[in-house]
């Protein structure tokens, strides 16, 4: 079997994200938001999905991409013979009036490389999930597509007669193509793009410098960095998993979810890498987002939420073909309605930043203190509930070990909080909670394996659980630490160091693909129990398994090597930052100089 990978990039402003192949095909964009309904969704239907490509006369050619270094602007280069000719796509960021401007406006320039080119652009939105092609009305310099409620405007200095008729014509200058959504652009074309490109480039590059990132492989870390980065949906400070629904774990395993919204779990995760770049801003406008968040009766939060802050992502099943031919297509996920107890910890971890951290001022966090407090009361009423973890089970609700942990994290977090804050009866609470969390975590200890299980009573080993060697929970002691991880390697290590998250049975059948961010767990439990060199040898071996362009998917077949799932996935770029970022650490000590 072929090896599988996913042939595109993406670029965004932290107001929508889009997808591009290497055929030049826009195959993803929701507009005005990542949850939003598809623009163009040629990734899950090649027919009603629609298109917007930049392509040759004849249909024989061979095509580059790559981004500008440092930047989230992709250019991809275009061959045809002896003719040649650039597409550069960017959505435009950068500070404007001590804001920053995130227009939905994504910009294509075409340029003339060698040779005399000549090109086709065809620009067909949909709406409607792809059951109603967009009409296209001409103007004097635009192109408007008709049938939804705001304007979707296509403004361009090429010909309209040829855009509109799908006709070829000779590039001999700069083309520009502005696709805008809601306001129209109506300056004038060409200085404008040029002069947001160039804002763009600024703005991206002059980000990576601020950032505080050690040399362990700092230019896989650098454009993980990037890709995370606008994942943050900034208007309400949401983070959202992937910003694609609907591709398949494996090939016909219909395990194909929506995970364009904010799972709080993921948060967690992507939070530490920010802070671990010196990067604050992101958990600013995620705290404001927690804070306006809606709760249940009993001050429970769900797993997951809309970027908005809504609670009711209904699923849905779409009659599109789906990936490559792979359905169920869905919109909504039903794991909204899950009990997933280990949040509150992360929650409470999350924020503890802004309270360790003297870079924050006292007014940035003194009203927090009733959410801190209402966050341990959610812990202790959940201690000893079963729910269905990090994996989400549909349909097995045990205690999990993961959750415990979490419990455990955070209610540590919380006694340092409650510390800074001088608040006696956080702190009280929270040193007794995180006692009570030990003992269910020691409940999940199997003495003939020396390790510990998924869940109390369960025998399964849990890829989750390579986090107690990586949240410290062992403390100093690496024989327990280096026992667990042994008994983790027997039952779920897959070649090339990619790691299963479990094996036994679920609610779809056996898991048939790796999970990376298990696999990048694995890498920072080895540099954890001075395995150094394995870490090393570990993640390096891993990094074979992105795209073109270093984005990498949620799972991958260990047989084959291919990627599947959504894409690109946060979790996974978040593993392999965490991952660098122990290394790199371990490597800065001076017995490893």
């Given at each position: 079997m072929s090896k599988h990978t996913y042939d595109s990039g993406l670029i965004g402003n932290c107001a929508y994200i889009a997808h591009i192949e290497k055929d030049t095909n826009i195959s993803w964009l929701c507009m005005p938001r990542f949850d939003s309904d598809f623009i163009f969704g040629g990734m899950l239907d090649r027919k009603k999905g629609g298109k917007f490509t930049v392509l040759p006369e004849s249909g024989d050619?061979?095509?580059?991409?790559?981004?500008?270094?440092?930047?989230?602007?992709?250019?991809?280069?275009?061959?045809?013979?002896?003719?040649?000719?650039?597409v550069t796509d960017f959505a435009p960021r950068f500070k404007n009036y001590?804001?920053?401007?995130?227009?939905?406006?994504?910009?294509?320039?075409?340029?003339?490389?060698?040779?005399?080119?000549k090109i086709r652009i065809e620009c067909q939105p949909v709406t409607e999930r792809g059951q109603i092609q967009l009409t296209p009305s001409q103007?004097?310099?635009?192109?408007?597509?008709?049938?939804?409620?705001?304007?979707?405007?296509?403004?361009?200095?090429?010909p309209l007669t040829y855009v509109c008729e799908k006709k070829s014509f000779a590039l001999q200058r700069p083309v520009?193509?502005?696709?805008?959504?809601?306001?129209?652009?109506?300056?004038?074309?060409?200085?404008?793009?040029?002069?947001?490109?160039?804002?763009?480039r600024e703005y991206w590059q002059a980000w990576v410098k601020s950032t505080s990132i050690p040399n362990f492989h700092q230019r896989l870390v650098l454009r993980s960095a990037l890709i995370l980065k606008i994942h943050q949906f900034e208007d309400t400070g949401a983070i959202i998993a992937a910003s694609t629904t609907s591709l398949p774990e494996s090939p016909g395993s219909t395990r194909n979810w929506d995970y364009r919204y904010c799972w709080i779990r993921d948060t967690y995760y992507t939070l530490t890498c920010f802070n671990s770049l010196g990067h604050f801003e992101e958990l600013e406008k995620y705290f404001e987002y927690i804070q306006n968040l809606p709760v249940g009766p009993e001050g429970r939060y769900q797993p997951l939420y809309s970027i908005s802050g809504h609670g009711l992502l209904v699923e849905e099943i779409s009659d599109l073909d789906g990936y490559l031919g792979n359905k169920p297509v869905r919109f909504g996920n039903q794991a909204?309605?899950?009990?997933?107890?280990?949040?509150?910890?992360?929650?409470?971890?999350?924020?503890?930043?802004l309270y360790s951290d003297h870079r924050f001022t006292e007014s940035e966090r003194s009203h927090s203190e009733p959410m801190i407090m209402n966050l341990l009361d959610k812990i202790e009423a959940t201690m000893h509930e079963k729910d269905a973890g990090l994996w989400e089970f549909r349909n097995l609700a045990q205690e999990h070990c993961y959750t415990f942990l979490f419990h455990w994290a955070g209610a540590c977090a919380a006694a340092k909080i409650g510390i800074r804050m001088k608040n006696?009866?956080?702190?009280?609470?929270?040193?007794?909670?995180?006692?009570?969390?030990?003992?269910?975590?020691?409940?999940?200890?199997?003495?003939?394996?020396?390790?510990?299980?998924?869940?109390?009573?369960?025998?399964?080993?849990?890829?989750?659980?390579?986090?107690?060697?990586?949240?410290?929970?062992?403390?100093?002691?690496?024989?327990?630490?280096?026992?667990?991880?042994?008994?983790?390697?027997?039952?779920?290590?897959?070649?090339?160091?990619?790691?299963?998250?479990?094996?036994?049975?679920?609610?779809?059948?056996?898991?048939?693909?790796?999970?990376?961010?298990?696999?990048?767990?694995?890498?920072?439990?080895?540099?954890?129990?001075?395995?150094?060199?394995?870490a090393i040898q570990g993640f390096e071996t891993l990094t074979k398994y992105c795209n073109h362009l270093n984005l990498f998917s949620e799972d991958v077949d260990q047989a084959t090597g291919s990627q599947w799932g959504n894409f690109p996935q946060a979790y996974s770029h978040v593993g392999l930052m965490n991952a660098a970022f122990r290394i790199g650490k371990r490597l800065d000590m001076p017995n490893f100089l």
């Open positions: 050619y061979t095509s580059t991409q790559t981004y500008v270094e440092n930047t989230n602007i992709l250019e991809t280069i275009v061959r045809n013979g002896s003719d040649s000719y650039k001590d804001r920053y401007y995130k227009p939905l406006m994504l910009i294509r320039k075409v340029e003339p490389i060698s040779g005399s080119p103007g004097s310099n635009h192109i408007r597509y008709m049938g939804i409620d705001q304007e979707l405007r296509l403004t361009t200095n090429a520009y193509l502005v696709l805008t959504y809601g306001r129209p652009l109506e300056a004038p074309i060409e200085s404008t793009s040029e002069r947001f490109l160039q804002s763009t909204y309605t899950h009990i997933q107890n280990d949040l509150y910890g992360q929650v409470l971890v999350s924020l503890l930043p006696e009866a956080m702190y009280q609470k929270a040193i007794a909670l995180r006692e009570e969390a030990v003992k269910k975590i020691e409940a999940c200890y199997l003495p003939d394996k020396k390790a510990y299980a998924q869940a109390i009573g369960a025998q399964h080993m849990d890829a989750s659980t390579l986090q107690l060697i990586t949240m410290g929970y062992f403390g100093d002691d690496l024989e327990r630490a280096n026992n667990h991880l042994k008994q983790l390697e027997k039952e779920l290590l897959a070649k090339d160091f990619l790691f299963y998250r479990y094996k036994h049975m679920d609610d779809f059948g056996v898991p048939e693909t790796t999970f990376l961010i298990c696999a990048f767990w694995y890498i920072e439990a080895l540099a954890c129990v001075n395995r150094l060199d394995e």
